[in-house]
């Protein structure tokens, strides 16, 4: 059982008593068997059910035909398929797509794939597709888009029709190593299979090297495996009609969220998911081919060509009418043939002007139809580019190795590039007006803008301002507020230079508003980070001045001590320079003592000094094993008043010298140290060790006391958790953050008897 797995039981158990878990079905299309889709994708719903409470999520594997019927029927809640299947899915029960796999083949990240055209490599008679003319080929099913539909597109291309030309073509279904398998025994003159599966089937060993060939043959930069066909978006995770708004966008965000190194992004041969490319190339195909939803297009009907061609066949029907009765009123009687002539000639006349008529409205239709036809490309070149902005921009906010500064500068970049801006700009709203803080671009513009900016108000929308011409201003301008915590904190502007510029479209302005969001989130996070900072030194201080406090009790003892020698000491010296011969020897003596004293005491009292010092911690060399000398000078009178001996038998030989702020490890040994004493009975022994391994420098700290409980092990690094009636757990949690800092670690085991704490931090490079 996976950590996720045992936590999302865990979780339904904690729910169980107020509502039981949904149970939530992803159709995945099973194209190399059942069993291979449960491996594939049953990490994906465990993860799902981990990240949304409440939502039991299970995958039911299913071929192409029994898929499409459980969407009918409403019998799943999502599908998981390949993007021809998503498209019949979208236009005959409104599936909608929420996210696209980003696949991983031979260590790279694609998020299109196609298909390849398999031949035996020795086939002299087989180089290119025309060569098929005549020839048997083998594919998944006439419905399977990489396994059939982008192939029969290239042949198409090449004039052949695979149901007419070839000798024989048969569909394998599932799975589509059954396919790479018949090219290879000869069962077969070609196949079709999905690119990455020959690569996949020669990794495994079921295919030798160089015994199969790829028939037309694609080089397309950034995509490695065998390619015969044009590239198509990767699978979508879509959602059916019955499916809540809600669930499929939490579904979208968890799935967008998962790293790339989560064990369901692993099993399912990708790095994760992005957000729905654009399936317009798949709409593409099955319109070349009229499949899908266009398998319309090659059928026509006596209502298309009266609905085509209405207004003629009418216009032609009365004409006939008309010249019958002409006719027949011309054979009735030959006494009106002129009035009837000239009936007949108005007549024509008034036909020629109605047919001018509708002539010229057939060209206002043609001229309107282009007019829409060129609206329609623009539109779709606005949402492609608008899709490759936001792609970039979720790029940038998730790029792992980027720094906040990075990011903002990207950013500010792509908003530029974006909308052909000269000058990409971010202001700190401030009393006395706005400041520049981030800029991009032209900085010559900064100031010539300034007196431009609007006056920030209540608006929490888009600005775009078009100055007119002749103004104080002579630049064009789109920008966006920044909220933080529901305030506007910043403005987000793109400045360029005054031209005929269009206005700010849907999405553009939707595209501003989440760079501005972006942007706000960020400050909110910097400022929770910098809160968060704040509060954890104030609590290492707080733990210092308790750890004195602690302390005072019996370093008070142990300074009082050398004063009190030195004292009489003194006072003897005294006495016998008061007597009438005085011995200076001893007096000599008696001083030098005095004087130990008063240095001990010294000692003692600027050790307690450097260890509640507090400021930025150095990072230099330092003897560690003198670090541990230092503490029991301090601890030993407090371990003697309890009858604990202090055993440093399992010190390593030699000083360890490691790299770090000597007064805070100081602090660690000490908290460990008296925590043990503490923890020891009467008669106990409390041992300090230390080893060199890999690198780090290993030092522990076990007592003899009664060890560790359940709830100790779960919370004991949590702050205010004490085991003591009088501690305020803070000295361990305070513990742990300095090791971390340092970059180590603080760990707690049990011991037989007692417990045992082991920190590790590196070793300096002169050890």
């Known amino acids: 059982m996976t950590l996720r797995k045992f936590w999302s039981i865990l979780l339904m158990c904690a729910l169980a008593p107020t509502a039981l878990a949904e149970t939530v079905y992803i159709g995945a299309l099973a194209y190399r068997g059942a069993d291979e889709a449960l491996a594939r994708w049953s990490e994906t719903a465990e993860y799902l059910s981990w990240r949304i409470p409440g939502y039991e999520f ?73 060569d098929l003319r005549g020839k048997s080929l083998m594919a998944v099913a006439e419905q399977a888009f990489g396994g059939f539909q982008m192939a029969w597109r290239e042949l198409a291309a090449v004039g052949i029709d695979p149901f007419k030309d070839l000798r024989g073509l048969r569909f394998a279904g599932f799975p589509q190593d059954d396919i790479v398998q018949a090219v290879l025994d000869g069962e077969v003159d070609a196949g079709v299979v999905r690119s990455g599966i020959l690569e996949r089937m020669v990794a495994e060993g079921k295919v030798p090297p160089n015994r199969l060939k790829v028939l037309n043959h694609q080089h397309v930069a950034g995509f490695e495996p065998a390619l015969s066909t044009r590239l198509y978006p990767e699978w979508p995770m879509a959602k059916v009609r019955h499916t809540s708004e809600r669930l499929a966008k939490q579904v979208a965000q968890a799935l967008l969220a998962m790293p790339a190194d989560d064990e369901a992004a692993i ?47 009418v216009l032609t029907f009365a004409l006939v009418l008309v010249l019958a009765a002409a006719t027949a009123w011309i054979g009735h009687t030959n006494r009106r043939l002129a009035h009837s002539q000239a009936q007949l000639a108005r007549h024509r006349d008034t036909l020629e002007q109605e047919v001018g008529r509708r ?80 800029s991009d671009g032209d900085l010559g513009q900064a100031k010539a803008v300034a007196g431009c900016l609007p006056r920030m108000g209540s608006d929490v929308g888009p600005i775009e301002i078009h100055p007119p011409p002749g103004g104080r201003c002579a630049h064009y301008l789109v920008g966006f507020p920044v909220l933080v915590d529901g305030e506007r904190r910043c403005l987000l ?35 929770a980070e910098d809160e968060r900072d704040r509060h954890r030194a104030h609590l290492a201080k707080v733990g210092r001045l308790t750890t004195l406090g602690e302390m005072a009790s019996g370093l008070a003892h142990e300074i009082n001590q050398p004063l009190t020698a030195a004292a009489n000491f003194t006072s003897g010296s005294l006495r016998r320079l008061q007597e009438d011969q005085p011995d200076l020897d001893g007096v000599r003596t008696g001083m030098g003592k005095a004087l130990q004293g008063v240095q001990r005491a010294t000692d003692i009292i600027r050790h307690l000094r450097d260890f509640v010092t507090t400021g930025v911690p150095e990072r230099e060399p330092f003897d560690l ?66 080893a060199r391994e890999a690198g780090l420098a290993r030092l522990w700290v076990s007592d003899s006391g009664g060890g560790l409980g359940v709830d100790d092990e779960e919370r004991l690094f949590d702050p205010f958790y004490s085991t003591k009636a009088d501690g305020m757990g803070l000295g361990l949690a305070i513990s742990r953050n300095i090791i971390e800092a340092h970059g180590g670690r603080l760990t707690a085991r049990q011991n037989n008897p007692g417990a045992c704490f082991v920190f590790e931090i590196a070793l300096s490079e002169e050890s």
Request: charged content about 25%.
């Open 493 to 527: 502007a793109f400045v360029g230079h005054l031209r005929e510029r269009q206005p700010l479209e849907a999405l553009d302005r939707e595209l501003l508003r989440l760079m501005a969001q972006w942007i706000g989130a960020e400050m909110a996070r910097q400022n």
């Open 625 to 690: 094993h003198a670090s541990v000398q230092r503490v029991l000078d301090l601890v030993s009178p407090e371990a003697r008043r309890a009858d604990v001996a202090l055993d440093t038998g399992e010190l390593a030989r030699g000083g360890i010298r490691v790299v770090g702020d000597s007064i805070q490890i100081e602090q660690v040994i000490m908290n460990l140290v008296r925590n043990a004493v503490e923890a020891s009975p009467a008669g106990g022994t409390v041992c300090i060790g230390s």
């Open 58 to 130: 299970v995958i039911r594997p299913l071929d192409l035909t029994s898929l499409r019927d459980a969407v009918a029927a409403g019998e799943v809640h999502f599908v998981l398929t390949n993007p021809g299947h998503y498209v019949m899915l979208e236009a005959e029960h409104g599936a909608t797509r929420i996210v696209t796999l980003q696949a991983l083949y031979g260590g790279k990240v694609y998020t299109r794939f196609g298909a390849a055209i398999l031949a035996r490599a020795d086939r002299d008679d087989l180089k290119t597709l025309q």
């Open 267 to 313: 099993t399912s041969r990708g790095t994760g998911w992005t957000i729905p490319l654009d399936y317009s190339p798949v709409h593409e195909l099955m319109r070349e081919l009229r499949i899908g939803p266009y398998e319309y297009l090659g059928q026509v009907s006596w209502r298309d060509v009266l609905r085509e061609y209405g207004v003629i066949v």
């Open 359 to 438: 002539t010229r409205e057939l060209r206002r239709v043609n001229v309107a139809l282009e007019r829409d036809i060129g609206a329609r490309r623009r539109a779709e070149a606005s949402l492609h580019r608008s899709a490759m902005a936001l792609q970039r921009l979720y790029e940038i906010s998730v790029a792992p190795d980027l720094s906040h500064e990075q990011k903002l500068t990207r950013l500010l970049r792509l908003g530029r590039e974006h909308f052909d801006m000269e000058s990409a700009l971010l202001h700190r709203i401030t009393d006395t007006g706005l400041q520049l803080c981030a």
